[in-house]
């Protein structure tokens, strides 16, 4: 296939060279918003004269046969072509002849990547706040159903404090929906067109640039032409967006890694979403787990890649931001496939809830409640926590909890225990005690619930 940009040159490019500068092994997959552009491009020029009406029909009909033929498996991409643009413009000449060369009038191959990249980002935007949300409803079954599981809650990876399982799952519940709210600020930023930009300094002619937008789903253009064509702030912004997505993917998947490890054993992971030793029979890894939290480093990288290219380019396009897609498209396709494979794991997985409340109470995690028990009767809340300390250190050492020691165990540190020491330091009642709001309670727990489904 020949090159848009003959008739200057004198030789051809050499093959490597030629294979070198190409982009169509991976610019490809964005061939259905490249034909969407020139459809809109196409009858934006019939419309304004730029040329014949009937020969601006002739094209956009052959463009979206082209389209059609490419989706049904009829036409095959040609992998020799420079680039997506290439192709189609080529595979339009070659149906229609000199009709389909007026197509490219006012148009450069730099506005019309950039037209495309956001074309094919808003839509993958989309799939991945579809994605957040279903791991987000999946999330919220979690908590539904394990209102009542008691827990330890954790600081410095110690027993803390108790709280619910639905409590704790539904924290990540939060991060994804703030996830959801980035990618679509994101997109929101995204979705300005910048096709009638060009090369750099616009056209001569007398195009609308408001009436492409308007036909690409554009919320309006990009206003400066050097701009439209150079900036790649949109791409930065979905894969910063991304990146943080995986950071929270890669905390739940930790979490998962240690909840389903002997030590823990708060958790199972269905055996579809497992796998096993070459050597030891007796082993089930969360393989997948493990992957997320790997591929967190490479969707970084990928946002680093972009951040590195882009911060030295003067105005305008540079060739340089040929190596934006492969960075943007493998960060995307990454967060896809781990949001899905997360939420398979998630929908599967068995909590043990006596496992988890049998490991809550050796941790001493109701200590501040006991605390709390002694200041309520006057005491100020740093001597209480000094005799609390003492006694959990008295507790220790005899090996027992804090329900385990007699009262008159307790009274040896403080006369002011009586019987409702006992109640205070119940983990069920600790839990239903902790009612401010965004605590672990039922009540609480379905507000939480609530917000994260509206």
């Known amino acids: 296939m020949g090159k848009l940009w003959t008739g200057r040159f004198h030789k051809a490019l050499d093959a490597a060279a030629d294979d070198f500068n190409s982009s169509i092994s991976f610019d490809s997959k964005m061939y259905r918003q490249d034909i969407l552009g020139s459809i809109a491009h196409a009858t934006m020029l019939g419309e304004k004269n730029i040329i014949d009406k009937s020969e601006a029909e002739k094209i956009t009909k052959t463009l979206s046969e082209i389209l059609e033929d490419i989706e049904l498996g009829k036409l095959e991409i040609d992998m020799t072509a420079e680039d997506i643009h290439s192709f189609v413009e080529g595979e339009l000449t070659a149906r229609i002849g000199d009709t389909g060369k007026r197509l490219h009038t006012s148009r450069s191959r730099n506005d019309q990547v950039a037209t495309d990249l956001r074309l094919y980002l808003r839509d993958e935007a989309n799939e991945v706040v579809t994605l957040l949300n279903t791991l987000i409803k999946t999330i919220t079954v979690i908590a539904e159903n394990n209102k009542d599981t008691i827990m330890s809650g954790y600081t410095h990876l110690q027993r803390a404090q108790p709280i619910t399982f639905a409590h704790y799952i539904l924290a990540y519940g939060m991060m994804f929906k703030r996830d959801v709210s980035r990618v679509l600020d994101a997109a929101a930023r995204m979705n300005y067109s910048p096709l009638g930009s060009c090369a750099l300094a616009g056209t001569t002619y007398d195009i609308d640039r408001d009436l492409t937008a308007s036909l690409l789903g554009f919320d309006g253009i990009c206003e400066n032409s050097l701009d439209g064509v150079s900036d790649r702030d949109f791409c930065l912004e979905l894969m910063s967006a991304i990146s943080i997505i995986m950071m929270h993917l890669s905390r739940l998947s930790e979490e998962i890694i240690l909840f389903c490890s002997g030590e823990f054993s708060f958790i199972e992971l269905d055996d579809s979403h497992t796998t096993g030793s070459s050597i030891m029979p007796q082993k089930k890894n969360p393989d997948l787990a493990e992957l997320i939290r790997g591929k967190t480093g490479r969707v970084y990288g990928d946002l680093f890649t972009l951040l590195t290219v882009m911060k030295g380019i003067p105005l305008a396009y540079n060739k340089d931001m040929q190596e934006d897609k492969e ?91 009586d019987e409702k020491l006992f109640e205070a330091i119940d983990l069920r009642e600790c839990v239903l005690r902790r009612t401010s709001v965004g605590g672990p309670t039922a009540r609480s727990v379905d507000r939480q619930i609530a917000f994260l489904l509206c």
């Open 327 to 417: 960075a943007v498209f493998d960060s995307v396709e990454t967060v896809k496939k781990c949001l899905e494979q997360m939420n398979a794991m998630l929908s599967s997985m068995t909590v043990k809830k006596d496992r988890l409340y049998a490991a809550a109470g050796h941790g001493y995690i109701n200590a501040t409640d006991l605390a709390d028990y002694l200041t309520k009767k006057g005491i100020p809340f740093r001597t209480s926590y000094k005799l609390v300390g003492e006694i959990v250190a008295y507790a220790i050492s005899k090996n027992a909890t804090l329900e385990e020691l007699t009262l008159d165990e307790y009274k040896k540190f403080s006369s002011d225990f």
